[in-house]
């Protein structure tokens, strides 16, 4: 996460509706109680809206959907692990527990408080309420101990649990997909390739693969479209993935990626250009919501 | 919208889109373009983008200045003459002031102009596009199958006495350099000049300038380098056609053809260590120059331009202009002449040594550097007393084609085979 969303800002996002404020158009049950009846459509006029990119959405909640239920499962296993105590089982998990969670980042974070309270890293909230992901993170590592982190156990199974559940009932708009797909992106050039997300495990690769791998799922929804508009942007985006992912694979060990304090700043930067010659063409996907 | 007028309708859809802050910036720059009378606006005058040499060179040095170079990250040459052909395209409309694109107001793309010159004038903006010798070989390599026409000329800077060159600032496979009398002018040019380049080429090093340390036209002041001293004096200037015919411009028949018209560039970061000179005295300081701090002028006349006399001596036969001195080493051959174009640079503050982080960014023109620049700064880097006060700590040298044909684009003699 880059820091906490605050759910006014999301709300009033859905109210200025595509207004420059760059916020994903996500409309779920929730937001749409508290906005009242302004908010029941969300395709404006000067939006392209044909049946294929409505397939497109539609396509991309079931992968959303898919993720979330890979996370409750990895997460619980983590959480099964840090309650029973088990330091190294726990250590283990915790990293392939957090990918599915960086796939759909742009889309889960929307939703709801769960973003600070499952991904808060220190700092970004108050010490007293500092919970999830994170918190447990550096007591593994820095503490090395899994003592005393029970609750923040439970308690992030509980809302990764809860966050499955509204997932369900979330309804995505082609803009998401667009949005989405470039925001992972910056996710990682703003947050990740420094190594401040996962400051004390140092398995910011996993994240960072998952975050690529998040975009490429968007926007394979929507390459047919662009690809009608476009063809050589999809060219130019597909040569950008596999550029990203080709860079990542030289850090592959065993089933997972070596430690982030493995690369050396030069390392990191190519890395970091890698991902802008991607997200560069990628942001001109927008294209296929424009009317004609 | 190219000709920088928003009409009623985008202004209405802009409107209705909640785009008021784009409409006030687009506005502000169409009243700007609309009105502009380049004697009565300062900053408002333009200078050519095309012709036989490219701007940044003989033209009257700006105040300001954004330096990248990139490295290419494609072996496909035919990538590399198309970056030329948009960044010339660029090139040319930010010249006039106008954005690097045609803007878009699609709500669901980013801009094509990052828009931070919106409301600025062009305030003389010159690009200045330059090829390194990296490209015709690298690692033993010539992957981008140009190795038959690179010039001799071009030919790596040879190891200089007293370098010690941070490679990370060094080099590289392409450059823009970016001069303009407004700072946010050259940072905008380069900024989406480097964006435009993403996929094919990334910064491999940049450098800001902030005030000029020469003069390149008689109608220009002398500015003060950050040592205090008066520098440009003696340089070549632009209106000295003969001069530059000699020392800047690559003529006909000198080197593969693509070069002709065009000239060879050498930056050198070059650090001051600025708290050892401010302790000495200023007849150490003027002895080490061989000028006078505050007229500028020669040791022993009152003038600036006063002619430099190496033979002059004082009362008791020691020569006026120390042996050791920078004017009498840098001046000491008529046929190693260059056309300096620097500026003044600091990066901060030197952590490690609590001192601050600057000094000049050499830059200089010349039509041949292994015959020009490269015996200079031996014979320089071998005696100069400037030496005590200053360190080389970056260099790298490009090939700078000449300037694009209106509806050319630069270094398209070069790529004009693929
Ligand atoms: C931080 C480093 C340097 C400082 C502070 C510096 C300063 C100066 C000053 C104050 C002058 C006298 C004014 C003028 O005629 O422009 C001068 C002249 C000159 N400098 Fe430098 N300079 C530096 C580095 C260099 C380098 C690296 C070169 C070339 C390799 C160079 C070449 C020249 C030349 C050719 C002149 C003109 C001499 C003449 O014909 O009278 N300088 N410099």
Same mark, same amino acid.
């Given at each position: 996460?880059?820091?906490?969303?605050?759910? %006014?800002?999301?709300?009033?996002?859905?109210?200025?509706?595509?207004?420059?404020?760059?916020?994903? /158009?996500?409309?779920?049950?929730?937001?749409?109680?508290?906005?009242?009846?302004?908010?029941?459509?969300?395709?404006?006029?000067?939006?392209?809206?044909?049946?294929?990119?409505?397939?497109?959405?539609?396509?991309?909640?079931?992968?959303?959907?898919?993720?979330?239920?890979?996370?409750?499962?990895?997460?619980?296993?983590?959480?099964?692990?840090? %309650?029973?105590?088990?330091?190294?089982?726990?250590?283990?998990?915790?990293?392939?527990?957090?990918?599915?969670?960086?796939?759909?980042?742009? %889309?889960?974070?929307?939703?709801?408080?769960?973003?600070?309270?499952?991904?808060?890293?220190?700092?970004?909230?108050?010490?007293?309420?500092?919970?999830?992901?994170?918190?447990?993170?550096?007591?593994?590592?820095?503490?090395?101990?899994?003592?005393?982190?029970?609750?923040?156990?439970?308690?992030?199974?509980?809302?990764?649990?809860?966050?499955?559940?509204?997932?369900?009932?979330?309804?995505?708009?082609?803009?998401?997909? /667009? %949005?989405?797909?470039?925001?992972?992106?910056?996710?990682?050039?703003?947050?990740?390739?420094?190594?401040?997300?996962?400051?004390?495990?140092?398995?910011?690769?996993?994240?960072?693969?998952?975050?690529?791998?998040?975009?490429?799922?968007?926007?394979?929804?929507?390459?047919?479209?662009?690809?009608?508009?476009?063809?050589?942007?999809?060219?130019?985006?597909?040569?950008?993935?596999?550029?990203?992912?080709?860079?990542?694979?030289?850090?592959?060990?065993?089933?997972?990626? /070596?430690?982030?304090?493995?690369?050396?700043?030069?390392?990191?930067?190519?890395?970091?250009?890698?991902?802008?010659?991607?997200?560069?063409?990628?942001?001109?996907?927008?294209?296929?919501?424009?009317?004609? | 919208?190219?000709?920088?007028?928003?009409?009623?309708?985008?202004?209405?859809?802009?409107?209705?889109?909640?785009?008021?802050?784009?409409?006030?910036?687009?506005?502000?720059? +169409?009243?700007?373009?609309?009105?502009?009378?380049?004697?009565?606006?300062?900053?408002?005058?333009?200078?050519?983008?095309?012709?036989?040499?490219?701007?940044?060179?003989?033209?009257? =040095?700006?105040?300001?200045?954004?330096? +990248?170079?990139?490295?290419?990250?494609?072996?496909?040459?035919?990538?590399?003459?198309?970056?030329?052909?948009?960044?010339?395209?660029?090139?040319?409309?930010?010249?006039?002031?106008?954005?690097?694109?045609?803007?878009?107001?699609?709500?669901?793309?980013?801009?094509? *102009?990052?828009?931070?010159?919106?409301?600025?004038?062009?305030?003389?903006?010159?690009?200045?596009?330059?090829?390194?010798?990296?490209?015709?070989?690298?690692?033993?390599?010539?992957?981008?199958?140009? +190795?038959?026409?690179?010039?001799?000329?071009?030919?790596?800077?040879?190891?200089?006495?007293?370098?010690?060159?941070?490679?990370?600032?060094?080099?590289?496979?392409?450059?823009?350099?970016?001069?303009?009398?407004?700072?946010?002018?050259?940072?905008?040019?380069?900024?989406?000049?480097?964006?435009?380049?993403?996929?094919?080429?990334?910064?491999?090093?940049?450098?800001?300038?902030?005030?000029?340390?020469?003069?390149?036209?008689?109608?220009?002041?002398?500015?003060?380098?950050?040592?205090?001293?008066?520098?440009?004096?003696?340089?070549?200037?632009?209106?000295?056609?003969?001069?530059?015919?000699?020392?800047?411009?690559?003529?006909?028949?000198?080197?593969?053809?693509?070069?002709?018209?065009?000239?060879?560039?050498?930056?050198?970061?070059?650090?001051?260590?600025?708290?050892?000179? *401010?302790?000495?005295?200023?007849?150490?300081?003027?002895?080490?120059?061989?000028?006078?701090?505050?007229?500028?002028?020669?040791?022993?006349?009152?003038?600036?331009?006063?002619?430099?006399?190496?033979?002059?001596?004082?009362?008791?036969?020691?020569?006026?202009?120390?042996?050791?001195?920078?004017?009498?080493?840098?001046?000491?051959?008529?046929?190693?002449?260059?056309?300096?174009?620097?500026?003044?640079?600091?990066?901060?503050?030197?952590?490690?040594?609590?001192?601050?982080?600057?000094?000049?960014?050499?830059?200089?023109?010349?039509?041949?550097?292994?015959?020009?620049?490269?015996?200079? =700064?031996?014979?320089?880097?071998?005696?100069?007393?400037?030496?005590?006060?200053?360190?080389?700590?970056?260099?790298?040298?490009?090939?700078?084609?000449?300037?694009?044909?209106?509806?050319?684009?630069?270094?398209?003699?070069?790529?004009?085979?693929?």
């Amino acid at each position: 996460m880059g820091h906490p969303v605050p759910t %006014i800002a999301a709300l009033l996002c859905l109210l200025i509706l595509l207004a420059g404020c760059g916020r994903p /158009v996500v409309t779920n049950e929730r937001a749409a109680e508290s906005t009242d009846e302004t908010t029941g459509e969300t395709t404006s006029p000067n939006v392209e809206s044909s049946p294929e990119l409505e397939k497109a959405a539609d396509a991309y909640e079931v992968y959303v959907a898919d993720q979330m239920v890979l996370m409750d499962k990895h997460t619980k296993q983590f959480t099964d692990a840090v %309650i029973a105590g088990d330091l190294e089982r726990a250590k283990e998990l915790y990293a392939p527990a957090r990918e599915p969670w960086e796939r759909i980042e742009s %889309i889960a974070a929307q939703l709801g408080d769960y973003d600070p309270e499952i991904d808060a890293r220190e700092g970004d909230v108050p010490d007293d309420e500092w919970g999830g992901f994170h918190r447990i993170e550096k007591s593994l590592w820095v503490g090395g101990t899994t003592n005393g982190q029970e609750k923040y156990a439970r308690k992030l199974a509980e809302d990764v649990d809860s966050l499955r559940g509204e997932i369900g009932g979330l309804e995505l708009e082609p803009a998401d997909l /667009v %949005i989405g797909s470039v925001e992972l992106l910056n996710e990682v050039s703003a947050g990740k390739i420094t190594g401040e997300e996962e400051r004390y495990s140092h398995t910011d690769l996993y994240d960072i693969q998952a975050n690529v791998e998040g975009s490429e799922a968007a926007f394979e929804e929507l390459e047919p479209e662009i690809a009608e508009k476009d063809p050589m942007l999809v060219e130019d985006v597909e040569k950008g993935f596999e550029g990203v992912y080709k860079e990542l694979e030289q850090y592959r060990q065993g089933d997972g990626w /070596v430690s982030y304090e493995e690369l050396a700043e030069s390392d990191r930067r190519a890395l970091s250009q890698k991902v802008d010659a991607l997200a560069e063409p990628l942001s001109q996907a927008g294209q296929v919501l424009e009317k004609g | 919208m190219g000709d920088g007028k928003i009409s009623r309708r985008e202004l209405l859809r802009l409107a209705g889109a909640g785009g008021a802050g784009l409409t006030l910036g687009a506005g502000g720059y +169409a009243a700007i373009r609309g009105t502009a009378d380049a004697a009565a606006v300062p900053g408002s005058s333009t200078v050519p983008f095309f012709g036989r040499n490219q701007g940044g060179i003989a033209t009257t =040095q700006q105040e300001h200045m954004h330096f +990248a170079a990139l490295d290419l990250i494609t072996d496909d040459a035919a990538e590399v003459r198309d970056l030329f052909r948009a960044w010339t395209e660029a090139g040319a409309r930010m010249a006039q002031g106008d954005p690097a694109g045609d803007e878009n107001y699609s709500q669901f793309l980013p801009p094509e *102009d990052t828009g931070e010159a919106f409301d600025l004038h062009p305030a003389n903006l010159t690009l200045t596009f330059g090829i390194g010798p990296s490209i015709f070989e690298k690692d033993g390599e010539d992957s981008l199958g140009l +190795a038959g026409t690179k010039p001799e000329a071009l030919a790596p800077l040879p190891p200089l006495t007293g370098d010690v060159l941070d490679e990370a600032r060094s080099d590289g496979d392409l450059c823009v350099q970016a001069c303009a009398d407004d700072p946010q002018v050259a940072f905008h040019a380069v900024r989406n000049l480097v964006r435009i380049a993403r996929g094919i080429a990334v910064v491999r090093w940049s450098q800001l300038g902030f005030g000029r340390t020469a003069s390149t036209s008689k109608t220009q002041s002398t500015p003060r380098n950050l040592m205090g001293l008066k520098d440009g004096t003696n340089n070549i200037k632009s209106e000295d056609t003969d001069l530059m015919g000699r020392f800047v411009w690559v003529p006909d028949g000198e080197g593969p053809s693509w070069m002709a018209g065009g000239t060879y560039l050498v930056a050198r970061r070059i650090r001051m260590l600025i708290e050892v000179w *401010d302790r000495v005295s200023l007849s150490e300081q003027e002895t080490s120059i061989g000028r006078h701090k505050y007229s500028g002028a020669p040791i022993g006349k009152e003038n600036e331009f006063a002619p430099v006399d190496l033979s002059a001596k004082d009362e008791n036969g020691e020569p006026l202009i120390a042996e050791d001195a920078h004017v009498r080493l840098a001046r000491q051959n008529e046929d190693e002449r260059i056309l300096r174009r620097g500026y003044s640079f600091t990066d901060g503050f030197d952590a490690e040594r609590g001192q601050l982080d600057a000094g000049l960014f050499f830059i200089s023109f010349q039509r041949d550097p292994l015959r020009q620049f490269v015996p200079l =700064q031996q014979r320089l880097a071998a005696n100069d007393r400037l030496n005590e006060y200053i360190r080389h700590t970056a260099s790298a040298l490009f090939a700078i084609p000449p300037g694009p044909r209106e509806g050319g684009y630069v270094g398209e003699d070069l790529f004009r085979g693929i």
